[in-house]
């Protein structure tokens, strides 16, 4: 594993945050678990968050079990597996496989129309993987009952179909022992984003078909560098973090092109940005979009020159060397790695809407075909929305743009008969949100991130069966956005205030976001949302 320098500024950063770092004996303290780095109010909270630094040996302990349980998953043909998780509990798994090419559906969403894409993959063949680590997140609950249902009603024992992967004493491991699911216990001592080598990020990559016992031995290979003064990777990746956002570089542009690790920016992305993202304060990563040349981003590299920092390295490695560096950096950064202020008040947030009878929309702005448009927009149309976001920008701001969408539907685009492959691409990217945010970048020097929503203020549809709905939201200076409405929508208006606000880097709501940074939405930022009616689940 190796981190090298590509710039001279990036470096003169480094080493004055490396040396101060090593005067105070940090590199070995962070190795050794002391939970004190990140101060008195941070240090009861890390006293039980350190887990993820032994991982790379105590999972070993997990490998017979996994073992059997892939034995017995084949020996039973269930070929497909579905991991059910939001976060954390998610995106290692899906690195892992796509890196090893090993199929993997990953439902991080309750989009309706996402889920029957997997319901429809074959039953009789499927294992669900039901992945939480407090057990109470509605979202999981919500599809692991819809399994639990549609097994049921296909003639299936739900206990043969379903590993449960929770805490321990979690309410998921109870309903796990009631109903005779396989359970396998996560460690308590491990937070969901730095969970990538503990059974959230083994077990479904196991019964999957990945060499889940390479990827310790690559952890374990680096970890002993870990406690260095010197050729120490993981002191080198966080002290270049930390030195290029004191320096007023913390856009973190994630380049991954030339890797044959298949998604690493998407799980740094969530690792980053609700470790470092609170008190006003942070590193904002941007994945999938090119650097714009702004005196604010720092471009990092996995196995490429492309970049400012060049990070080398297998990807059990990776994850280890990204997991030290991020909590070293918040160190330095005087930020709490493990907390989720902001997980917490989003979690409220959305119960408080799921408990009205119904959700407040207003009176649309104005209506431009199929799109209603939401909120105190003074434009008429949607350019000129658009063209009012792009203007609110502040100039050491982000535009960040949040899909409440079935991330697979832009495939069911219409193609005109006897379409060659060209055109059905044309077809499939402008039927794709996705497209939104390359369009929208070509307009500014800005960064503009891209996020699928895990979370609708209807999920609670789900489960009985009625119709929920859809929508796009693009926020200025921050990502965020909630819930609703009947017809395709747009909503622009003042986004709610929250501490630390205004500038990019503070914390946000990662449970609404799949791969949109979980950055602070600012004070007087603005919001678009855009939706459409789908049916819902039985």
């Not at 396989?182 to 060499?211: I, N």
């Not at 702005?365 to 203007?391: I, M, N, Q």
Request: net charge negative.
């Amino acid at each position: 594993m190796e981190v090298s320098y590509r710039e001279e500024g990036v470096a003169s950063a480094a080493s004055s945050v490396a040396g101060r770092l090593v005067a105070d004996g940090v590199p070995a303290r962070l190795a050794g678990g002391d939970p004190t780095l990140w101060g008195e109010d941070a240090e009861a909270e890390a006293a039980a968050r350190l887990g993820w630094l032994s991982l790379p040996r105590h999972s070993r302990e997990l490998l017979p079990v996994l073992g059997e349980l892939a034995g017995r998953a084949r020996a039973a043909g269930l070929t497909n597996v579905v991991l059910a998780g939001m976060g954390g509990s998610s995106l290692a798994a899906q690195v892992i496989c796509d890196t090893a090419d090993v199929p993997l559906t990953v439902l991080d969403t309750t989009d309706p129309g996402q889920v029957r894409r997997a319901l429809a993959e074959g039953l009789s063949a499927t294992v669900v993987v039901v992945a939480g680590r407090s057990g109470s997140t509605v979202e999981t609950d919500s599809l692991l009952r819809v399994y639990e249902q549609h097994f049921a009603d296909a003639g299936l024992d739900p206990a043969g179909h379903i590993v449960i992967v929770t805490a321990p004493g979690s309410p998921l491991e109870r309903r796990a022992v009631s109903a005779g699911y396989q359970l396998v216990p996560a460690a308590l001592s491990v937070g969901g984003r730095y969970s990538a080598l503990s059974a959230f990020g083994l077990v479904p990559a196991a019964l999957a078909g990945a060499d889940v016992e390479r990827l310790l031995d690559d952890a374990d290979e680096v970890s002993p560098l870990l406690s260095r003064d010197t050729g120490n990777p993981g002191l080198e990746l966080g002290a270049a973090l930390a030195g290029a956002a004191l320096a007023g570089r913390d856009k973190l542009v994630l380049e991954d092109q030339l890797t044959a690790i298949n998604g690493l920016p998407d799980w740094i992305e969530e690792l980053v940005a609700e470790s470092t993202g609170k008190q006003g304060r942070g590193i904002l990563p941007v994945v999938g979009a090119d650097p714009n040349g702004t005196r604010d981003e720092l471009v990092v590299a996995i196995d490429s020159d492309v970049g400012d920092v060049r990070v080398d390295g297998p990807l059990g490695a990776q994850f280890l060397v990204w997991e030290y560096a991020t909590a070293l950096a918040c160190s330095v950064l005087g930020v709490n790695p493990f907390d989720e202020p902001n997980v917490a008040e989003s979690a409220a947030g959305a119960d408080a809407l799921l408990a009205l009878p119904d959700l407040p929309t207003g009176a649309p702005s104005f209506v431009d075909g199929p799109v209603e448009a939401y909120g105190a927009a003074t434009a008429k149309d949607l350019p000129g929305l658009f063209a009012e976001l792009l203007r609110a920008i502040p100039g050491d701001g982000y535009l960040a743009v949040t899909a409440y969408l079935d991330r697979l539907a832009a495939f069911d685009a219409p193609v005109p008969d006897g379409a060659d492959f060209e055109q059905m691409t044309d077809a499939w990217m402008m039927a794709d949100p996705l497209t939104l945010r390359t369009l929208l970048a070509l307009r500014t020097d800005r960064p503009v991130t891209f996020g699928w929503a895990a979370l609708s203020a209807l999920d609670r549809a789900i489960p009985q069966g009625r119709a929920t709905e859809r929508r796009v939201s693009a926020d200025h200076r921050g990502s965020g956005g909630r819930r609703r409405r009947s017809r395709p929508a747009l909503h622009a208006g003042p986004a709610p205030a929250r501490a630390g606000a205004g500038r990019p880097g503070g914390p946000g709501d990662p449970r609404a976001s799949r791969r949109t940074p979980a950055s602070d939405r600012p004070r007087g930022g603005s919001r678009a949302f855009a939706r459409s009616r789908t049916g819902g689940l039985r």
